[in-house]
């Protein structure tokens, strides 16, 4: 978000020298990009330790979803004992009509903003289900699959991937991610789940 916003302010200035599009606009949409990189805290992407009480084994944070070509929701991945939560950040579809009323408003840079509320939204929703203790419970959004249930299950450089009940599910993380996860994941998600070695 903050990168957003000085790249706002530069492509502004750019505009300026060039067609001499007001800059106090451009300047404006970058400075508000900038104060929700300021008050955004950072996410903790994957937390191996999250709780004292040892119920929950892993959070992965933020994880993109995908049921599908081009279905996908962002989550947060929450490894317990015997199941997997997913629970739902920001809604997609929210986000698409905020990119839509703010590209109309400012195009591109428009468009640049709606990424960042997406991601400080995203962060709102994340520091409530902490501060909620939320990470073991469902609401509204949130899907839980029982390890019992899982069959074929990779980790790969690109996430993790699985078959429940006939549906292949495919959980895309940075690419910094399986190396943490993958120790953990391996302990807490039974042996006879994973695919055999080809």
């Not at 997609?92 to 590209?103: D, H, S, T």
């Not at 019992?148 to 009940?165: A, D, H, I, K, N």
Request: aromatic share 12%; with cysteine.
């Amino acid at each position: 978000m903050f990168l957003i916003g000085l790249f706002i302010i530069a492509f502004g200035v750019l505009l300026w020298f060039a067609i001499r599009y007001p800059i106090w606009l451009t300047g404006g949409i970058g400075s508000f990009n900038i104060l929700l990189g300021i008050i955004t805290p950072r996410s903790r992407k994957v937390d191996l330790q999250p709780e004292p009480s040892g119920m929950v084994k892993l959070v992965v944070d933020k994880v993109q979803f995908r049921y599908g070509k081009v279905r996908f929701s962002d989550c947060e991945l929450v490894f317990l004992d015997k199941r997997l939560i997913m629970k739902k950040l920001f809604s997609w579809r929210a986000v698409m009509i905020l990119g839509v009323v703010f590209a109309l408003i400012g195009g591109f840079v428009g468009f640049l903003t709606a990424v960042s509320m997406e991601e400080f939204l995203d962060q709102r929703k994340r520091d409530r289900i902490r501060d909620r203790d939320e990470l073991t419970t469902l609401n509204s959004g949130d899907t839980e699959i029982s390890y019992e249930s899982m069959s074929e299950v990779q980790l790969t450089g690109f996430g993790l991937r699985t078959v429940v009940g006939g549906r292949l599910l495919l959980f895309n993380v940075a690419s910094e991610y399986p190396p943490l996860m993958a120790r953990r994941v391996r302990e807490t998600i039974p042996s006879h789940c994973w695919a055999r070695p080809s």
